[in-house]
T-cell receptor, first 112, second 115 residues
Framework: GNSVTQMEGPVTLSEEAFLTINCTYT??????LFWYVQYPGEGLQLLLK?????DKGSNKGFEATYRKETTSFHLEKGSVQVSDSAVYFC???????????FGTGTSLTVIP | ETGVTQTPRHLVMGMTNKKSLKCEQH?????MYWYKQSAKKPLELMFV???????ENNSVPSRFSPECPNSSHLFLHLHTLQPEDSALYLC??????????????FGEGSRLTVL
């Protein structure tokens, strides 16, 4: 079946620290992979995506590389800011339908 | 502004009330979704409408009834809800592309409280 597993939170970092949030997936076929971010009181927003193996998605200093050999899509940022405090969701979409599969979300708090 | 608008943003209702949540998308997408987000639980897909076809999560109680009159509008009708139905209800849309690469666009959610 299709599923996404991401690291448990919460994660607390100091400003300017390096961030990694792990995400691994199980999927049939060739899925597209996504990271979404949810700020307090809001819906989910697309942060970045990758649609094929070895693609790197990037946005706002965040990056993630689609690794088919390890079935992973880890989110990284070199220097986090207080404004990055949010919940981050890893997700996949199979190439055969409209179904999206989400991880459980990882809460990030960045302290000054 | 994501192009997906949900109303109302907040709703408080009693267990005997009937209310509806509304979602509208201005993105030209052809698939719309309802998700339920509860505290400390994974995002739960409730319903998907695409090209006049409906897919539903069999675990969703019948007190939730979706309606999709056209590709731009989606409703969730609520009837005799329970306090455990209190949650953030998220609407989303996507383009059903042949290669399956399109992303979901979410609305800001309707926060429902059942008393």
């Amino acid at each position: 079946g299709n599923s996404v597993t991401q690291m448990e939170g919460p994660v607390t970092l100091s400003e300017e620290a390096f961030l990694t949030i792990n995400c691994t997936y199980t999927a049939t076929g060739y899925p597209s992979l996504f990271w979404y971010v949810q700020y307090p009181g809001e819906g989910l927003q697309l942060l970045l995506k990758a649609t094929k193996a070895d693609d790197k998605g990037s946005n706002k200093g965040f990056e993630a590389t689609y690794r088919k050999e390890t079935t992973s899509f880890h989110l990284e940022k070199g220097s986090v800011q207080v404004s990055d405090s949010a919940v981050y969701f890893c997700a996949l979409r199979t190439n055969t339908g409209n179904q999206f599969y989400f991880g459980t979300g990882t809460s990030l708090t960045v302290i000054p | 502004e994501t192009g997906v608008t949900q109303t109302p943003r907040h709703l408080v209702m009693g267990m005997t009330n009937k209310k509806s949540l509304k979602c509208e998308q201005h993105l030209g997408h052809n698939a719309m979704y309802w998700y339920k987000q509860s505290a400390k639980k994974p995002l739960e897909l409730m319903f998907v409408y695409s090209l006049e076809e409906r897919v539903e999560n069999n675990s969703v109680p019948s007190r939730f009834s979706p309606e999709c009159p056209n590709s731009s509008h989606l409703f969730l009708h609520l009837h005799t809800l329970q306090p455990e139905d209190s949650a953030l209800y998220l609407c989303a849309s996507s383009l059903k592309a042949r290669d399956g690469t399109g992303e979901l666009f979410f609305g800001e959610g309707s926060r429902l409280t059942v008393l």
